[in-house]
């Protein structure tokens, strides 16, 4: 599956498309890590999750996902 997602990422890098994945569901998905450390390390308290899009993931087109464009 990464060889797909990566392909797809290159593709629309080479064509000057919107990427499978973008910036913010990159960050969204990369602080679960850090957050559970520090959840850990506090006996497994809740910790507050980080809006990277100031509350403008309400309204974005959803864009994570493959499709059939392009190939």
Request: charged share 30%; net charge positive; aromatic share 14%.
């Amino acid at each position: 599956m990464d060889w797909f997602v990566f392909n797809a990422f290159v593709m629309a890098i080479k064509q000057r498309k919107q990427t499978p994945i973008d910036v913010y569901d990159s960050l969204t998905m990369s602080v679960i890590t850090p957050l559970s450390e520090k959840s850990l390390k506090k006996g497994n308290a809740p910790q507050e999750f980080p809006d990277f899009t100031k509350g403008k993931w309400k309204e974005r087109k959803n864009t994570f996902a493959l499709d059939d464009s392009g190939f």
